[in-house]
């Protein structure tokens, strides 16, 4: 009976320790996935925070291309943004020993993508203001 016993234990642990090995992976791969979207965040940031969107036809024209293509890669990354928040997710709901570390980093994650997003809204904003109050005469040959 015991060596049934202690089969029975041998083998919980070795699902333990697989378990435990396949989150520690998951957190891994959460870990090298945010830090890829989180160096992609910064560098859209700085690209939308700039604000020289000129008052000549010419720089009107270039910023807006800009804040386009930035709009177009932002949402070409929604779904990469969504499967690094499906990780946390995934470990949080398994219970991962250093979740609280996890869903920090997720949520910073998410309100620095929101202020991304937020300040290209913005950037467009700018951009049809100076069209409208600077460029209207460009615009009406």
């Known amino acids: 009976m015991s060596c049934r016993i202690s089969y029975y234990a041998v083998?919980?642990?070795?699902?333990?320790?697989?378990?435990?090995?396949?989150?520690?992976?998951?957190?891994?791969?959460?870990?090298?996935?945010?830090?890829?979207?989180?160096?992609?965040?910064?560098?859209?940031?700085?690209?939308?925070?700039?604000?020289?969107?000129?008052?000549?036809?010419?720089?009107?024209?270039?910023?807006?291309?800009?804040?386009?293509?930035?709009?177009?890669?932002?949402?070409?990354?929604?779904e990469r943004v969504q499967a690094v928040v499906a990780v946390a997710q995934e470990l949080e709901k398994e219970n991962y020993h250093d979740v609280e570390r996890i869903n920090s980093r997720s949520a910073l994650f998410l309100t620095v993508t929101f202020q991304c997003c937020r300040q290209q809204s913005s950037g467009v904003i700018v951009i049809e203001e100076v069209i409208s109050t600077h460029c209207r005469d460009y615009f009406l040959m």
Not at 18 to 47: H, I, P, V, Y
Not at 48 to 57: A, E, K, R
């Open 11 to 78: 083998s919980g642990l070795k699902w333990f320790d697989c378990r435990q090995e396949k989150l520690e992976q998951l957190a891994a791969r959460f870990d090298r996935k945010a830090g890829m979207r989180e160096t992609w965040l910064s560098e859209n940031q700085r690209l939308v925070s700039q604000d020289n969107f000129g008052y000549d036809l010419a720089a009107v024209e270039a910023a807006t291309k800009k804040h386009e293509a930035i709009e177009t890669d932002i949402n070409a990354y929604e």
